[in-house]
């Protein structure tokens, strides 16, 4: 299996100049190349520290974290790892820099030095790939918070970076613009073969990824495919988590007797298992 | 307790001679004493521009707010009233803490109300209490506090005023599902310990369900719906032609619905979802 990110034995202390608080645990983890991560836990579960260490950001206190086999703590290769792993971060209003949205996509291959021919093509494919081309000269204040995100996106891989991480990217945007950022992160994945790493705290976002970890007071607490960790009400219960709504009532529907398949999570998945029982049970 | 009406309110953004902006067209509606209402819309629906008029932050281009039938921008002295009975709560309020302690920052609101020292002390360790922020954070630094705990204290803030209207602007936004929870029950309590009016702006369609009484869909300006919450949510499929989510459970039913199964739409919570669903096999009572 083909690992874009290794993290081995990574450790990571908060120094303040009250107390030392450890946000990470002895971690181990890869990132597999071209799958979709999530990444859940509760607020204060390390999961923003995570993602800071992916690319180096943060500096691991203990451990390691290779990306392509890049050591992060290694001064001489935080370009080369920047270049390969893109973040879109929280806040839509503090990653925009420009004032027109060709300009600010078009910021981060200038600043690597790409023939200004390269960067138009660049700008353009990477704004058709989030479908913002047509916004390519509006500016970015005027646009809603899920079209903002999206820009930043763009940004991200008109660097032509292997990977991004979203760091609750959609934490602060509403519902719609929330299906915005996931279509494009999904598309991105599935389409242009790159890496997502989604750190959320909606589980309706996780139970679309490929593969789901889960982190409680900095340490691996699951990780595995959505329909098996979901599965695990005691894990959900003890780090604080939820299942989605539309796995809460086929678990309903369930327990009265109604034979469902097991590992439910979506409203769609639910209703074609809905729609089959009924069927099935010959009452329409 | 109070009552809250809205009468033909229109609020236009923009200078004169410039391209203006309606953002709240001819609203009306009333709020009685003690509902929660659960106000939904779009970003750019005018929901947060019409919340601002409720404590007289902003002023109508045309139309009136009445707090128990005054008009609350009739002279000076009733905008101030008003402001004091209607504690309003802004998104992201963390980012407006600004004093030196907690305890300060709390007691910003009770002090402008030129309360007697006791009594500031009195509400600000009540608000405290009812956010659960512990006595030992209230002589911190804001700035060292977690993001719940932030969000707590801000919120503490308000209620220090014993606002009878409460209105809330995405008190959950960027939360877990653990601080989400924290934060609407201890709303749920500030409503049922003091009787307050409670109005929550949400994108949540499932707190909103859970939650509330009433339910104000704002639309492009203006009221799209406004009712009880049973009577918004069995609209489910208008909901979604104005590209508003609907409960995940709401969703189910609607595409059950159309694929031919004879099931109700007019469904919103798990518990009427399972029945609702369990009515087709005649499993009613096994449910």
């Given at each position: 299996?083909?690992?874009?990110?290794?993290?081995?034995?990574?450790?990571?202390?908060?120094?303040?100049?009250?107390?030392?608080?450890?946000?990470?645990?002895?971690?181990?983890?890869?990132?597999?190349?071209?799958?979709?991560?999530?990444?859940?836990?509760?607020?204060?579960?390390?999961?923003?520290?995570?993602?800071?260490?992916?690319?180096?950001?943060?500096?691991?206190?203990?451990?390691?974290?290779?990306?392509?086999?890049?050591?992060?703590?290694?001064?001489?290769?935080?370009?080369?790892?920047?270049?390969?792993?893109?973040?879109?971060?929280?806040?839509?209003?503090?990653?925009?820099?420009?004032?027109?949205?060709?300009?600010?996509?078009?910021?981060?291959?200038?600043?690597?030095?790409?023939?200004?021919?390269?960067?138009?093509?660049?700008?353009?494919?990477?704004?058709?790939?989030?479908g913002?081309?047509e916004f390519?000269?509006?500016?970015?204040?005027?646009l809603s918070g899920g079209q903002?995100?999206r820009?930043?996106?763009?940004?991200?891989?008109?660097?032509?970076?292997?990977?991004?991480?979203?760091?609750?990217?959609t934490?602060?945007i509403d519902p719609k613009g929330r299906r915005e950022v996931l279509e494009t992160?999904?598309?991105?994945?599935?389409?242009?073969?790159?890496?997502?790493?989604?750190?959320?705290?909606f589980?309706e976002e996780?139970?679309q990824?490929?593969?789901?970890?889960?982190?409680?007071?900095?340490?691996?607490?699951?990780?595995?495919?959505?329909?098996?960790?979901?599965?695990?009400?005691?894990?959900?219960?003890?780090?604080?988590?939820?299942?989605p709504f539309a796995?809460?009532l086929?678990?309903?529907?369930?327990?009265?007797?109604?034979?469902?398949?097991?590992?439910?999570?979506t409203p769609d998945s639910v209703a074609d298992?809905l729609f089959?029982?009924?069927?099935?049970?010959?009452?329409? | 307790?109070?009552?809250?009406?809205?009468?033909?309110?229109t609020?236009?953004?923009?200078?004169?001679?410039?391209?203006?902006v309606t953002a709240v067209k001819d609203v009306s509606l009333?709020?009685?004493?003690?509902?929660?209402l659960g106000v939904i819309g779009h970003t750019g629906s005018g929901k947060s521009t019409l919340i601002?008029?409720?404590?007289?932050?902003?002023?109508?281009?045309?139309?009136?707010?009445?707090?128990?039938?005054?008009?609350?921008?009739?002279?000076?002295?009733?905008?101030?009233?008003?402001?004091?009975?209607?504690?309003?709560?802004?998104?992201?309020?963390?980012?407006?803490?600004?004093?030196?302690?907690?305890?300060?920052?709390?007691?910003?609101?009770?002090?402008?109300?030129?309360?007697?020292?006791?009594?500031?002390?009195?509400?600000?360790?009540?608000?405290?209490?009812?956010?659960?922020?512990?006595?030992?954070?209230?002589?911190?630094?804001?700035?060292?506090?977690?993001?719940?705990?932030?969000?707590?204290?801000?919120?503490?803030?308000?209620?220090?005023?014993?606002?009878?209207?409460?209105?809330?602007?995405e008190?959950?936004?960027?939360?877990?599902?653990?601080?989400?929870?924290?934060?609407?029950?201890?709303?749920?309590?500030?409503?049922?310990?003091?009787?307050?009016?409670?109005?929550l702006v949400s994108h949540s369609m499932e707190d909103i369900a859970r939650l509330a009484?009433k339910a104000l869909v704002m639309n492009r300006g203006e009221v799209a719906l406004y009712g009880t919450v049973d009577e918004v949510f069995s609209q489910g499929e208008r909901l979604v032609a104005m590209g508003l989510d609907v409960p995940a459970v709401t969703r189910i039913f609607l595409s059950l619905r159309e694929r031919g199964l004879p099931v109700r739409t007019d469904v919103y919570t798990l518990?009427q979802g399972?029945?609702e669903y369990?009515?087709?096999?005649?499993?009613?009572?096994?449910?």
């Amino acid at each position: 299996m083909d690992k874009i990110i290794e993290l081995k034995n990574v450790s990571f202390v908060y120094d303040t100049q009250e107390e030392q608080k450890p946000a990470l645990r002895n971690v181990s983890l890869d990132v597999r190349r071209g799958e979709f991560l999530a990444v859940i836990g509760h607020n204060g579960s390390g999961k923003s520290t995570l993602a800071k260490l992916l690319n180096a950001i943060l500096l691991p206190t203990e451990g390691q974290v290779l990306v392509e086999g890049m050591d992060t703590a290694d001064e001489d290769l935080v370009y080369e790892i920047r270049r390969r792993v893109g973040m879109v971060f929280q806040n839509p209003d503090n990653q925009i820099v420009a004032t027109i949205v060709e300009d600010d996509v078009a910021f981060g291959p200038e600043n690597l030095g790409v023939p200004p021919a390269e960067i138009r093509q660049r700008v353009d494919d990477a704004l058709r790939a989030v479908g913002m081309y047509e916004f390519r000269g509006a500016e970015p204040h005027k646009l809603s918070g899920g079209q903002k995100q999206r820009v930043a996106v763009a940004g991200v891989i008109a660097m032509r970076t292997d990977c991004i991480i979203f760091d609750e990217s959609t934490a602060m945007i509403d519902p719609k613009g929330r299906r915005e950022v996931l279509e494009t992160a999904k598309r991105l994945c599935r389409e242009m073969g790159i890496t997502v790493v989604m750190i959320t705290h909606f589980m309706e976002e996780a139970v679309q990824a490929d593969r789901v970890v889960v982190l409680d007071s900095g340490r691996v607490a699951a990780e595995g495919v959505p329909s098996e960790v979901f599965a695990d009400s005691a894990l959900l219960r003890r780090t604080g988590l939820e299942l989605p709504f539309a796995a809460k009532l086929a678990g309903k529907i369930r327990t009265a007797g109604v034979p469902l398949p097991d590992g439910l999570l979506t409203p769609d998945s639910v209703a074609d298992a809905l729609f089959a029982a009924a069927q099935e049970a010959e009452v329409i | 307790m109070a009552e809250l009406e809205v009468r033909s309110l229109t609020h236009r953004y923009g200078a004169k001679h410039m391209p203006q902006v309606t953002a709240v067209k001819d609203v009306s509606l009333r709020v009685q004493a003690g509902e929660l209402l659960g106000v939904i819309g779009h970003t750019g629906s005018g929901k947060s521009t019409l919340i601002q008029h409720f404590n007289g932050l902003l002023t109508p281009t045309s139309g009136e707010v009445l707090l128990d039938g005054e008009n609350i921008f009739r002279d000076k002295q009733a905008t101030r009233a008003a402001r004091f009975r209607v504690g309003l709560c802004f998104q992201y309020p963390e980012y407006q803490l600004f004093e030196e302690t907690v305890y300060k920052d709390i007691a910003f609101g009770p002090r402008n109300m030129q309360l007697p020292q006791d009594e500031i002390d009195r509400r600000v360790r009540r608000a405290a209490q009812f956010v659960e922020l512990p006595d030992a954070l209230l002589e911190k630094s804001p700035f060292d506090l977690s993001g719940g705990e932030k969000r707590r204290a801000a919120i503490a803030g308000v209620l220090a005023m014993e606002p009878e209207i409460l209105v809330l602007d995405e008190p959950t936004a960027g939360l877990d599902p653990k601080g989400r929870e924290t934060i609407l029950s201890l709303v749920a309590d500030y409503r049922r310990q003091t009787g307050s009016t409670v109005i929550l702006v949400s994108h949540s369609m499932e707190d909103i369900a859970r939650l509330a009484t009433k339910a104000l869909v704002m639309n492009r300006g203006e009221v799209a719906l406004y009712g009880t919450v049973d009577e918004v949510f069995s609209q489910g499929e208008r909901l979604v032609a104005m590209g508003l989510d609907v409960p995940a459970v709401t969703r189910i039913f609607l595409s059950l619905r159309e694929r031919g199964l004879p099931v109700r739409t007019d469904v919103y919570t798990l518990e009427q979802g399972a029945a609702e669903y369990l009515r087709l096999f005649g499993k009613g009572a096994r449910a």
